[in-house]
């Protein structure tokens, strides 16, 4: 299936671009491009914890014990968030530029 971008070339307001990231971050058409998938930025350690059958004879007499494992479990991030935000960071410091340099 192919997408068509249809272009409206007009004066752009800064809420205009704004609208356009939110729809560029969340856009079903976006399935094959870059933006779409996710980056790990981190892995943290958990611990998970299970019964497992006693060793030696305590085992063979069907008593258990408890084993602890400490797992790395990664901390994923969208890309198209991550987009979205440093859209977002510039924009506001464009607007706080616009009105520091209007109220000078």
């Known amino acids: 299936m192919k997408y068509v971008i249809i272009i409206i070339v007009r004066k752009m307001e800064t809420n205009d671009l704004l609208a356009g990231i ?3 971050g969340g856009s ?6 870059s933006l779409a998938g996710s980056i790990t930025i981190a ?7 299970a019964t497992v059958p006693a060793a030696g004879v305590a085992g063979w007499l069907g008593l258990t014990t408890t ?5 790395a479990a990664p901390v994923t991030l969208p890309v198209a968030g991550i ?9 506001g410091g464009y607007q706080a ?6 109220n000078q």
Do not use: E, H
């Not at 892995?43 to 914890?49: E, G, Q, R, S």
């Not at 084993?67 to 797992?71: F, H, L, Q, S, W």
């Open 28 to 33: 079903a058409a976006l399935g094959g491009s």
């Open 67 to 71: 084993a602890t494992t400490i797992v």
């Open 97 to 102: 530029y616009k009105f520091v340099n209007k």
């Open 22 to 24: 939110a729809a560029l």
């Open 83 to 91: 987009v979205a935000a440093g859209a977002l960071l510039t924009l």
């Open 43 to 49: 892995t943290v350690p958990i611990a998970t914890t």
